[in-house]
């Protein structure tokens, strides 16, 4: 092996691929639960009423059609800044790959600080320390764990992760039996009533959807992933069926338990629900929803770094962002800057504007990823070896559904459509 001469370069650091198909898959499954079912519940109860759980499986679907498309290109191309490339490869545009990734990181950002700040009111009661300060603490701590390493950033994450899930199954098992209503109250958890109508159950659908939010963000550590052309789009799918599946069992107990205006309320709607009877489980699932923002907003915080890490292919000028240190081999200076932008935004703005902001900035993204793939499926004369494809009809009905989502926000937005509450 060659010696280094005197004023040589060093050799540049590389992300390692350190993620194997269960860690991917834990990674996944936190950043969709993690904040968001524990913190939007009651939302998206306040806006659809009974007809809630409806609202998640509108949701679901048109995640489920979007993390299809994201699943196949993950395949096709695993790189960080996933986003960008699959719109780069479809469009050939310079700019609109690296707008993409802007438009990502932004919405990784907004909902870590979104997490951060939540994290922040909550330790308000319990320490009486100013809220400034705790959001300070919690961005401080996150940017550490961010920094010292892809698999001890994931690791820590798939912990909590696994505690996150405990909570959504206790949950079940401790309020299940009000699954039991089912047979006498379906309508109402189907249908929505007067007092919400069919306005409040499509904007349930759209606050609901920042739930979901996540399964995209397990593409940007494709660098970091084993095997990733097999495991990420196993991991991606099996990350948002496992969640679509609480969520929606979650919320029928929600609604079946306490009344919708009574879970709007509540800032610990989950804790709620167990009731005051269940003192102990009530106080631990405070708990898991305070870990359940801090695991989201360090897995934001992660993804967030690794897309300009990404965008340097596509950004030159993002290339002092994106050095990796090479004792961490992560990178630092990226981190710190997404850091420092969670900051800012955490003492500023709050929950629910940024999940709607969220939701559009996603949605968007969703469409013109969608779009890249059915441009790319239609040039092409075969699929790449090894490669899973699947239905065009499913990109396109992702792209027609996240427009849906987008034009009906925009409608009430402009006062054409609005919930009847």
């Known amino acids: 092996m060659g010696t280094m001469e005197a004023g040589d370069p060093p050799p540049a650091a590389e992300l390692r691929r350190t993620l194997s198909l269960p860690l991917i898959t834990l990674y996944g499954i936190g950043t969709i ?33 979007c993390a299809i498309s994201f699943a196949e290109l993950s395949a096709r191309y695993p ?42 009111q909550f330790l308000v009661e319990l320490t009486d320390w100013p809220h400034a300060l ?10 550490l764990v961010a920094a010292w390493g892809i698999a001890e950033s994931v690791t ?33 958890v189907v249908l929505p009533d007067a007092a919400h109508g069919w306005s409040g159950l499509a904007l349930g659908a759209f606050l609901a959807f920042y739930a979901y939010i996540g399964f995209e963000d397990m593409v940007n550590v494709a660098e970091e992933v084993r095997e990733p052309q097999r495991n990420l789009p196993i991991a991606i799918l099996a990350a948002l069926g496992l969640t679509s599946l609480l969520y929606v069992l979650i919320c029928l ?16 709607p989950l804790a709620d629900i167990l009731g005051t009877e269940a003192v102990g489980a009530r106080g631990a699932m405070s708990a898991i929803s305070v870990l359940a923002g801090v695991n989201g907003a360090l897995i934001q915080i992660v993804m967030a770094s690794r897309i300009v890490y990404g965008l340097r292919r596509h950004a030159p000028a993002l290339q002092w962002l ?24 955490a003492l500023r703005l709050p929950l629910e504007t940024l999940a709607r902001a969220a939701s559009t900035i996603i949605l968007t993204v ?18 790449p070896a090894g490669v899973r494809t699947y ?3 499913i990109p396109v009905a992702g792209a027609l559904l996240c427009v849906a989502l987008l034009v009906f926000r925009a409608g009430t937005l402009l006062g054409f459509s609005s919930p009847q509450s």
């Open 33 to 65: 639960v993690g904040g968001g079912i524990y913190a939007l519940l009651g939302k998206v109860a306040g806006v659809a009423g009974m007809a809630a759980p409806a609202s998640f499986l509108m949701a679901t679907a048109v995640a489920a059609a």
């Open 79 to 120: 790189v960080s800044a996933g986003e960008a490339q699959y719109v780069k490869a479809a469009f050939g545009t310079r700019w609109l790959g690296p707008l993409v990734g802007l438009l990502v990181i932004s919405t990784g950002t907004v909902s870590a600080a979104t997490l951060a700040n939540a994290v922040g």
């Open 134 to 143: 705790n959001v300070c603490i919690v961005v401080s701590c996150l940017t």
């Open 156 to 188: 820590a994450a798939a912990i909590i992760t696994l505690i996150e899930v405990g909570g959504l199954v206790a949950v079940l098992v401790l309020r299940g039996g009000e699954l039991g209503q089912l047979s006498v109250r379906w309508s109402e």
């Open 253 to 268: 107990v929600a609604v079946l338990a306490l009344p919708p205006e009574e879970l709007a309320r509540s800032r610990i």
């Open 322 to 345: 994106a050095v990796v240190n090479v004792r961490t081999q992560t990178p630092i200076r990226a981190t710190v800057l997404i850091a420092t932008l969670v900051l800012v935004l």
């Open 366 to 383: 969703f469409t013109l990823v969608n779009l890249a793939l059915i441009r790319i499926r239609l040039r092409e004369a075969a699929p």
């Open 391 to 393: 239905p065009l009809w």
